[in-house]
Nanobody, 115 residues
Framework: QVQLVESGGGLVQSGGSLRLSCAAS????????MGWGRQAPGKQRELVAS???????NYVDSVKGRFTISRDNAKNTVYLQMNSLNVEDTAVYYC?????????WGQGTQVTVSS
């Protein structure tokens, strides 16, 4: 059974930083493609960062140069380091993986950026 548990969200001022964590069970993150998505109120969920099993990372343009996805294989955990946050980054952030064609999402963690 795949479980993804996010943590690390909170309230931060514009220009600040946060690091999100995703503790995974039921999968091995070093063997899996992992991602972080977000959903702002009234908007569709979008995948903003991903990392392949080989370690290749990809980002949407709106977060490039500000967000960094990484993983700790020993802890079976994936991280999203978010710097230079702005109010447009306010959203619920979700950890994601796809296994056997099925999309798994965590319960999400709220990130709120104040101006």
């Amino acid at each position: 059974q795949v479980q993804l548990v996010e943590s690390g969200g909170g309230l931060v001022q514009s220009g600040g930083s946060l690091r999100l964590s995703c503790a995974a069970s039921g999968i091995v993150v070093s063997f899996s493609g992992m991602g972080w998505g977000r959903q702002a109120p009234g908007k569709q969920r979008e995948l903003v960062a991903s990392i392949t099993s080989g370690g290749k990372t990809n980002y949407v343009d709106s977060v490039k140069g500000r967000f960094t996805i990484s993983r700790d294989n020993a802890k079976n955990t994936v991280y999203l380091q978010m710097n230079s946050l702005n109010v447009e980054d306010t959203a619920v952030y979700y950890c994601n993986t796809v296994l056997m064609g099925y999309d798994y999402w965590g319960q999400g963690t709220q990130v709120t950026v104040s101006s």
